[in-house]
């Protein structure tokens, strides 16, 4: 009963944080459509080759404490020790983000200089670099609020308020004439702003001021390896669009970022049920409890390869269209890189939350090993490939290094835990639906106009196929049943025609 209860704890928080999380990504992609549309190929690869400097420093800071506090968090009971793993975030990341700061100030026009085409990009990457400390800050008291497993204010804090100041701040700028200095002060708006919000709203569970215990032994030793390994993991999805900065024109970054955020909707399901997946899984194994450890990532995974795949066929059998339509003809080109890195974030999303198991595992030290070498040959792919095909190229050495990637993990958990994806039943809707559906896909497109109409259409028609095919090929299982539930509290109305294909009810 109890592996129930954390079943839908998980779903209740997915459902949640998929809701703020689908709102956070429209928002952030509408800020980049609007960015496209405004600004010029070049200067939307400026801002492109800003942003992910800054996400890199801001990795950096954060040292793997995002990680740590909740998993801490969750094996406290005493205030003071709760409270103290907040602190011990504290007091570790901000000297670090503030060295951080200092550093790219002090070598501004050097990176300019080496990764920019426009001089006057000092002044973008200056905003930037003051948004680092308060993005480190807020996000240190959403990991402390995700300790308390609370989904509402992550939700309010990170998927509403930041994106959504941002958009709004943007926006105005943008109409009263800036150009593409709008991102920096809308960026620095948003992250001051939400860094209150986070503050006021973590309040609601303990007392910011008060009696703590520091743990930074313990949180060091955990979260130590993740700093090297969520710097690499960042540098996996960044180091593209630097290197694309470095060897080709601004434009080319352009492009290539109109497809890598459409590409990053494969994994926004995986996102959702990740929010709560780390506390509860650490919870069970503090508990010795593998049996609930696998059935959690064994359902979540399932389900994230299921509903993702409408997605992922609609990515890769109409790319081009698909930037055209969100950010317009001059963007086209990048309809190749959106179908290719399709696949590598569609098989990142379809193994699950596989670090997160092995960060409850205790296993940080293997994240890091994976996420180094999926890095190098990241890296080396980019440095062959880049040069000869440009933006195709980094599609190319991104998806290779997810799938890497990925191989490693799952080979690793598999042989030391037995603890997979898929079990065998759900196998038959893993492999059914890329084996019915692409086929499908490509057909329609040599028999049907393309237009906006029919791509809606197919979008339709597939889903609906994607539910058919679960069902016909038998793939339902007992614990389906809380999927199950859960949905019913969603529209407050039984489905018992599903009820009758799970089994062992």
């Known amino acids: ?128 670099t003051l948004t680092i400390p308060f993005v480190v800050l807020f996000s240190l008291g959403v990991s402390a609020i995700r300790g308390f497993e609370n989904t509402r204010y992550k939700i309010l804090a990170e998927d509403v308020g930041y994106p959504g100041i941002r958009l709004f701040t943007l926006a105005v700028l943008l109409a009263l004439g800036m150009d593409v200095l709008a991102a ?27 009696s703590f215990t520091l743990h930074i032994k313990e949180m060091t030793l955990f979260s130590g390896p993740l700093v090297v390994s969520t710097v690499v993991s960042t540098l996996l999805a960044r180091t593209d669009t630097l290197m694309l900065g470095y060897f080709r024109p601004s434009a080319e970054v352009g492009i290539y970022n109109t497809a890598y955020p459409l590409a990053g909707a494969l994994v926004l399901l995986l996102g959702t049920f990740g929010y709560l997946y780390l506390p509860v899984a650490s919870r069970l194994d503090n508990t010795d409890d593998l049996d609930g450890v696998r059935t959690l990532y064994t359902m979540t995974s399932k389900w994230t390869y299921v509903l993702t795949f409408p997605i992922f066929v609609l990515f890769v059998v109409f790319p081009g269209e698909i930037i055209s339509l969100t950010f317009g003809d001059e963007y086209s080109a990048g309809g190749i890189a959106l179908a290719i890195l399709s696949v590598g974030f569609f098989i990142n999303a379809a193994v699950g939350r596989n670090r997160e198991t092995l960060a409850a595992f205790g296993y ?22 880049i040069p000869l095909y440009g933006f195709v190229g980094a599609a190319v050495a991104s998806a290779i290094s997810y799938v890497a990637l990925n191989i490693l993990i799952y080979g690793f958990l598999s042989w030391k835990f037995d603890v997979k994806p898929f079990t065998r039943t759900a196998l038959r809707a893993v492999v059914s639906l890329p084996l019915v559906l692409l086929p499908f896909g490509f057909l329609f497109r040599t028999v049907a106009p393309i237009n906006a109409l029919t791509i809606v259409a197919f979008a339709i028609v597939v889903t609906a196929l994607t539910v058919g095919i679960v069902i016909a090929s038998r793939s339902l299982e007992s614990y389906d049943l809380v999927f199950v539930e859960f949905l019913e509290a969603i529209i407050q109305r039984r489905i018992p025609i599903i009820r009758r294909l799970i089994p062992d009810q």
């Open 184 to 210: 920096g002060y809308s960026y620095l708006l948003a992250a001051v702003l939400t860094t209150a919000l986070t503050l006021y709203l973590l309040r609601r569970f303990m007392k910011l001021v008060g």
């Open 364 to 385: 940080t030290k293997f994240i890091l090993v994976t996420n180094v070498a999926a890095f190098i040959v990241n890296v080396i792919a980019n440095i062959v490939l």
């Open 1 to 128: 009963m109890d592996r129930e209860l954390d079943l839908k704890k998980v779903l209740s928080s997915a459902g949640l944080v998929f809701v703020g999380t689908i709102f956070g990504s429209v928002v952030i992609l509408f800020e980049r459509i609007l960015l496209g549309r405004v600004l010029t190929a070049d200067a939307y690869g400026e801002f492109s080759i800003a942003l992910d400097l800054t996400m890199l420093a801001i990795t950096l800071s954060l040292a793997g404490f995002q990680q740590g506090i909740p998993r801490f968090m969750a094996r406290y009971d005493s205030p003071a020790d709760i409270r103290g793993t907040w602190i011990t975030g504290l007091v570790v990341t901000l000297p670090i983000a503030g060295s951080i700061c200092i550093l790219l100030l002090a070598f501004d026009e050097t990176l300019v200089g080496l990764l920019f085409e426009d001089a006057r990009s000092v002044r973008l990457l200056f905003l930037f």
